[in-house]
Structures are given as structure tokens and as C-alpha cells.
């Protein structure tokens, strides 16, 4: 029933350590996002990707690496985790539109707060 | 680049009080989209309004209506009549469209966020 889901919900890890986040869309969306929400509430894009291929990559260090196996799943892999990637990690999906100039709303999942000590 | 505004970082009322919650943005796109999203205390992100450059008229939807003024590029969303479940983060956010393998697709730039805090 839910449209975006991320597992895991909390993640409490040590400084070094990699992680990933996993993130699902079931609503037939072709394009799904990466934000980042800092302690302040910011709210800031990482990634995009639209059917499997790269389409948004913020300045985002290289230690973040976005996997899409295909259009319903983009997980997010975090090597050498670091204090400041403490956050909460929202997936977004959105349909694209064919050369239309149009811009479909996009739908968050409930986010996965990062907590690294 | 664009940049989307909030300036009350934090808003105090009273139930049954109106509020105004102010968004102001800057783009040089013809075509943008402009969004709010609450964020209630358990965290989630939830779709609340989009609006496309092209359609100014504003919208009502139960005790939630939007005012966007292309002439002053403002978005504002007012409350009538807040209750305690109101209590939440808002955020206006803008999208710039972009272009990849023949589709369109947008990209979100948000603003600081409003707490918003209703007492009973």
C-alpha cells in the first residue's frame, strides 16, 4: 500500500563504516530523487535518476554513491561515513514527462534518519 | 539560480487563529513550478499544493488557500481557523525543469522551512 518506502528507518552507526539505504516506489514513477535534511531542516537534493541513468548529481562527495537496479528502486551506498553525514535521507519518485516541459509532483518516502557517532 | 524564500522561520498561534505563511522566490525560467509540503512531527514529507507558472488563480482546498502573485513572484499559503493538528513544518519549494533523453523531469529547490506551532 505505501508509494515510497525506505528500510532501514533508523540507522545508528560508527564513523568509518559504510551503509546503505534502500528505497522502493510503487507507483510506476520513472524518476526518483535523493534529498538530504540537515539538523536545520534544510532540505537539499543529491541525486536523480530517470529510468536507471544519472540525470541530477549535486555537488555531493564521492563517498555517496547512488544505485538504481532499475526504475522502482534507487538505493543510496555511503562508504567511510563521517559525523556531518549525520541527517534524515528522504527518497522521492516522480513521473517525467516525453519532452512535455511539465513537471510531475514528487512523491517523498518517509525518510531514514543517519545518526553517526 | 534559483532560491525560494521563507522568511518567518518560526510562527506561534493560537487555535482558530488565521495564518499566513510567506514564500517568496527567484527564477529566470519562464516555466517553473512552485510547491508546499507540511511536515508534521513524525517526520514525513506531505504533498500539499502545486501550481505551474502559467495558472494564477488561487486555490482554496478546506481551511488551506494559496495566493501566488507572479507580479511580486510570492506563494503564500494561509490557514483559516489553525487547529493543534496543523502544528508542522511547512516548506515551499520551486522546481526548474530539465531535460534528459527526450523527457522532462523537475528539479527542487526548497526554502528554509516554517515551524509552525498552533496551541490550544
Known amino acids: 500500500d505505501t508509494a515510497v518506502s525506505q528500510t532501514p528507518k533508523y540507522l545508528v552507526t560508527q564513523m568509518g563504516n559504510d551503509k546503505s539505504i534502500k528505497c522502493e516506489q510503487n507507483l510506476g514513477h520513472d524518476t526518483m530523487y535523493w534529498y538530504k535534511q540537515d539538523s536545520k531542516k534544510f532540505l537539499k537534493i543529491m541525486f536523480s535518476y530517470n529510468n536507471k541513468e544519472l540525470i541530477i548529481n549535486e555537488t555531493v562527495p564521492n563517498r555517496f554513491s547512488p544505485k538504481s537496479p532499475d526504475k522502482a528502486h534507487l538505493n543510496l551506498h555511503i562508504n567511510s561515513l563521517e559525523l556531518g553525514d549525520s541527517a534524515v535521507y528522504f527518497c522521492a519518485s516522480s513521473q517525467a514527462r516525453r519532452a512535455s516541459g511539465t513537471e510531475e509532483t514528487q512523491y517523498f518516502g518517509p525518510g531514514t534518519r543517519l545518526l553517526v557517532l | 539560480a534559483q532560491k525560494v524564500t521563507q522568511a518567518q522561520t518560526e510562527i506561534s498561534v493560537v487555535e482558530k487563529e488565521d495564518v499566513t505563511l510567506d514564500c517568496v522566490y527567484e527564477?529566470?525560467?519562464?516555466?517553473?513550478?512552485l510547491f508546499w509540503y507540511k511536515q508534521p512531527p513524525s517526520g514525513e514529507l506531505v504533498f500539499l499544493i502545486r501550481r505551474n507558472s502559467f495558472d494564477e488563480q488561487n486555490e482554496i482546498s478546506g481551511r488551506y488557500s494559496w495566493n501566488f502573485q507572479k507580479s511580486t513572484s510570492s506563494f503564500n499559503f494561509t490557514i483559516t481557523a489553525s487547529q493543534v493538528v496543523d502544528s508542522a513544518v511547512y516548506f515551499c519549494?520551486?522546481?526548474?525543469?530539465?531535460?534528459?533523453?527526450?523527457?522532462?523531469?523537475?528539479?527542487?529547490?526548497f526554502g528554509q522551512g516554517t515551524i509552525l506551532t498552533v496551541h490550544p
Open positions: 527564477t529566470r525560467d519562464t516555466t517553473y513550478y
Open positions: 519549494a520551486l522546481s526548474e525543469i530539465k531535460y534528459a533523453g527526450g523527457t522532462s523531469y523537475g528539479k527542487l529547490t
